[in-house]
């Protein structure tokens, strides 16, 4: 999912899907004996993945030729509108699907989504077990529903190694202290919900939609949990006081690491090339740090979006569907896909390729995996979240009671929302 819809997730009309035929001829598929069974796969994908879904068809016909006449029919439909397109006419749509990992629960809960039943244990262990978000985010009550392909939006730390060591950006104290040092800056978001989840999750509090996905569940504001809500806000406030950090945003990022006064900053995949360029030699990144809580040091987490493959509760060949989502998602493809898109494997031994991993940001994203949480909130979780962190982030100047920040945060966040 994105960054409050900022980032991949850029909404649009929906447009009528383009039927973009690949003939038997060119596939290679359906041209077998009459003898083999005849079988009939449509499959819907971004426009700029067409060539490659062409050629993972086209290997996994011949893969099974002994076996079948399989005849596949690629269409373009994007990958952030596939949910609307899907559900006006269920039973119409393709059999094998893309989509943003957002659109899960309404796909889900409307009937679209057929369960995994083929070699669904794999799946799961090919992308790194239950507990891991891409599983997470492709999951309802312990069943499978899609395949992960993608886990590329979330964020991490980038950083100048002219400034750091990899010690060094182990821990936020640690970073901020080199910035002051250097009468630099570490810069992060505050103002958005999307980043300073990481704080809340990381000492253990939760936001979530309700089943029903009208109303968040929040206990941000906790006074008997192991870390209070207070905890973490008196935490943000130490960063937010440091003379080493500095709120901003996306724009803010790149100017302040492009004019040299930016030497580390939390943010995401989609600024890699601009951040690469102004740091040169000395750019890297890493998963993100630790940072003092109630006296101790506490992995930060992160929200992450994922990509998904679904096959449709409606088609009338479930095991071919399964056998060709499963194949175009298995690590040789999450790679090749890659090499392509650079686009962050979901599979773990694809993310831990040595072609992935010389990417320091689909690197540090594959390390801040492990911390990583599917995005699931209602509307009413942004404005909340960004009065609050506003005030945090100036440093709380009028000395406002935290606590009553926090319930009044809260108390926005779990609102009836329009969506």
């Known amino acids: 999912m994105g960054k409050n819809g900022r980032h991949d997730r850029i909404y649009g009309i929906v447009a009528v899907f383009i039927a973009v035929i690949i003939s038997v001829s060119l596939s290679g598929c ?73 659109q899960f629960e309404d796909l889900r809960k409307n009937g679209a989504l057929l369960e995994i039943t083929k070699d669904a244990g794999t799946v799961i262990e090919e992308n790194g077990g239950g507990n891991n978000g891409a599983v997470l985010a492709s999951q309802k009550d312990g069943k499978l529903f ?32 080199v910035a002051e040092k250097n009468k630099k800056y570490v810069m992060m978001d505050f103002s958005s919900g999307w980043y300073i989840y990481s704080f ?21 504001n906790t006074t008997d949990h192991k870390y209070r809500g207070i905890d973490v806000a008196e935490g943000m406030l130490a960063i ?53 809580l109630a006296g101790e040091q506490i992995q ?24 060709m989502a499963h194949f175009i998602t298995n690590e040789k493809n999450q790679l090749r ?45 942004w404005t909340p979240t960004n009065v609050f962190g506003m005030v945090i982030a100036n440093g709380n100047k009028d000395n406002k009671d935290l606590q009553g920040l926090l319930d009044k945060m809260v108390q926005g966040i779990t609102a009836i929302s329009d969506s």
């Open 30 to 102: 359906g041209e077998g004996k009459n003898s083999k069974p005849q079988v009939s796969l449509s499959l819907w994908t971004d426009k700029s993945n067409i060539d490659l879904m062409n050629q993972m068809v086209d290997e996994f016909c011949r893969e099974h030729e002994a076996e079948a006449d399989i005849h596949v029919t690629i269409s373009k439909e994007s990958e952030l509108t596939c949910k609307e397109t899907v559900l006006a006419n269920p039973e119409g749509a393709a059999d094998i699907f893309t989509f943003a990992d957002d």
């Open 240 to 292: 937010a006081r440091s003379k080493g950090f500095k709120n901003g945003n996306d724009d803010d990022f790149i100017e302040g690491v492009q004019n040299g006064s930016i030497i580390a900053g939390i943010n995401g995949p989609w600024n890699a090339a601009k951040v690469e360029k102004a740091f040169g030699k000395s750019y890297a990144a890493t998963k993100l740090p630790t940072y003092t």
């Open 337 to 381: 896909r890659f090499s392509l898109t650079g686009e962050c494997p979901s599979n773990v031994k694809a993310a831990a390729s040595e072609e992935v991993q010389k990417s320091p940001a689909i690197a540090a994203l594959a390390k801040q995996a492990e911390y990583g949480s599917v995005q699931r909130v209602c509307n009413s979780f």
């Open 300 to 323: 930060m987490c992160s929200f992450a979006g994922y990509k998904l493959i679904g096959v449709n509760a409606h088609t009338k060949n479930p095991e071919w569907a399964m056998k």
């Open 200 to 220: 809340f999750k990381a000492a253990g509090l939760e936001v979530n939609a309700n089943e029903e996905h009208t109303q968040n569940d929040c206990n941000w």
């Open 146 to 177: 899609a395949y992960p392909v993608t886990a590329g939006n979330g964020y991490f730390l980038y950083y100048n190694a002219d400034y750091f060591t990899k010690e060094d950006v182990k821990s936020m104290d640690r970073i901020l202290k």
